[in-house]
């Protein structure tokens, strides 16, 4: 049982506890997820299972799609509802400024990221103060779906790995997201979204790598994780009859070589 779960998260539930139905279901089989939610945050997430769960860090490099409601004239101490909520009446201009292309970010203090080995939004809960490091993100396209009496506005952000949503908007002015949904990963849309079709690992690696199929000398070297004299632009899988081997990388002097294996 290998392959990916598309589930939309209901609000006010954990990616975690999303995985966890979906282990429950499955009766204990190994399950993880490629890009974590906040609980006030809906939409897509993408639960692996089995040796699916070995790719996480390929997913997780994937453009990701949101669709956000901003409340104007407010600012929230954890940047969405459940902070304190502070009115000060000052409205950005319709529209803001929306920003793309490579930027440099600052992750809210109330977010998942580890400092010193323990989450920041633990810290910040404690009281106490959270130097966050900068990080440079993309933002590939940030477009005002539309405003409404001036108090708030509906955005659609696609972004690259590691954007927080929430600074985005609190960039805007005094401004915080109201609710925050995940559209899409990669070529997965919360559209398809059942939270119960497998998924096999075979079709979710064709949808965003390229295959390469082998056989013979060569299928046994990647099972093997020796190099494959295969030539490729970048990350591959390489397969044969009974699905996917590996996923390789190529190598300086030419070949590619397996960096995440599905046979062992």
Do not use: N
């Amino acid at each position: 049982m290998d392959g990916m779960i598309l589930c939309d998260k209901p609000e006010g539930a954990s990616s975690h506890d999303e995985v966890l139905r979906v282990r429950r279901a499955l009766r204990g089989a190994k399950t993880g997820h490629a890009g974590t939610l906040d609980p006030f945050a809906t939409g897509l997430l993408l639960v692996l299972v089995g040796r699916a769960t070995r790719i996480a860090r390929y997913i997780l490099t994937l453009p990701k799609t949101y669709v956000t409601t901003a409340r104007y004239g407010a600012v929230s101490s954890t940047g969405d509802p459940d902070g304190e909520i502070v009115e000060t009446g000052r409205i950005p201009p319709d529209p803001p400024p929306l920003p793309t292309g490579e930027l440099v970010q600052r992750p809210p203090a109330y977010s998942a990221i580890r400092i010193a080995g323990v989450r920041a939004y633990e810290r910040a809960r404690r009281g106490e103060e959270v130097e966050m490091p900068e990080r440079r993100v993309h933002v590939h396209r940030f477009e005002q779906l539309w405003r409404e009496d001036g108090e708030r506005g509906g955005y659609e952000i696609e972004c690259g790995s590691g954007t927080y949503i929430r600074s985005l908007i609190a960039e805007l002015g005094d401004a915080y997201c109201e609710s925050l949904r995940r559209t899409s990963i990669g070529p997965w849309s919360v559209d398809a979204a059942d939270g119960e079709t497998l998924i096999a690992l075979g079709d979710v690696l064709d949808a965003f790598l390229p295959v390469v199929l082998v056989e013979g000398e060569q299928a046994r070297r990647a099972r093997h994780g020796a190099l494959v004299d295969v030539e490729a632009g970048g990350t591959v899988v390489l397969a044969d009859d009974e699905g996917p081997i590996c996923i390789a990388e190529p190598r300086e002097d030419g070949g590619v070589k397996a960096s995440v294996g599905f046979r062992g």
